[in-house]
T-cell receptor, first 110, second 114 residues
């Protein structure tokens, strides 16, 4: 079993939809939870960061962490075609060695 | 300012050859990471540098892989006796300080071993 599990998709939604992306993990030592966006043939770009449990909102993006269930989510409101990319969850226990999920491919149709 | 740069952007080599991949981090960033990303997968941790020293090299798959960062800035990932299974995108990331969650990634080097 992988330390971090993420549904690879693809996930296809119409423009304006609310998107929900999720990851589960097995290592209870993880404290830092990140979401990265990766466009084709580019490096990942940090979108959201959460420390321990709770919610964090930034514009159209909301990250949620439920440590008791070992489950994290990223919600995208009013999705746009420019949001079409691969979304990677990532986690770390100490803040440096980071374990990534496999990524979910998202397509937002105009 | 300038982001993380990696050279070359593409490298094709024959099985058994030696390759070097270079990473120029963001100026002033003290922490540096190397990852490997295969098609359809997330980045896989290889090694982490704090300054000039490798603080965690537990992700290097075997002794054919080695990385250096002699002056605490530029880093080179070295792969000896390349194998077809080494084909992947090699990503470098830097962080402003040790233990920061913020990692800024370069565009990667796409390595193909024929």
């Amino acid at each position: 079993q992988k330390e971090v599990e993420q549904d690879p998709g693809p996930l296809s939604v119409p423009e304006g939809a609310i998107v929900s992306l999720n990851c589960t993990y097995s290592n209870s030592a993880f404290q830092y939870f990140m979401w990265y966006r990766q466009y084709s043939r580019k490096g990942p770009e940090l979108l959201m960061y959460t420390y321990s449990s709770g919610n964090k909102e930034d514009g159209r993006f909301t990250a949620q962490v439920d440590k008791s269930s070992k489950y994290i989510s990223l919600f995208i409101r009013d999705s746009q075609p420019s949001d079409s990319a691969t979304y990677l969850c990532a986690m770390s226990a100490e803040g440096f060695k980071t374990i990534f999920g496999a990524g979910t491919r998202l397509f937002v149709k105009a | 300012g300038a982001g993380v740069s990696q050279t070359p952007s593409n490298k094709v080599t024959e099985k058994g050859k030696y390759v070097e991949l270079r990473c120029d981090p963001i100026s002033g960033h003290t922490a540096l990471y190397w990852y490997r990303q295969s098609l359809g997968q997330g980045p896989e941790f290889l090694i982490y540098f704090q300054g000039t020293g490798a603080a965690d090299d537990s992700g290097l798959p075997n002794d054919r892989f080695f990385a250096v960062r002699p002056e605490g800035s530029v880093s080179t990932l070295k792969i000896q006796r390349t194998e077809r299974g080494d084909s992947a995108v090699y990503l470098c990331a830097s962080s402003p300080y040790d233990g920061s969650y913020e990692q800024y990634f370069g565009p990667g080097t796409r390595l193909t071993v024929t």
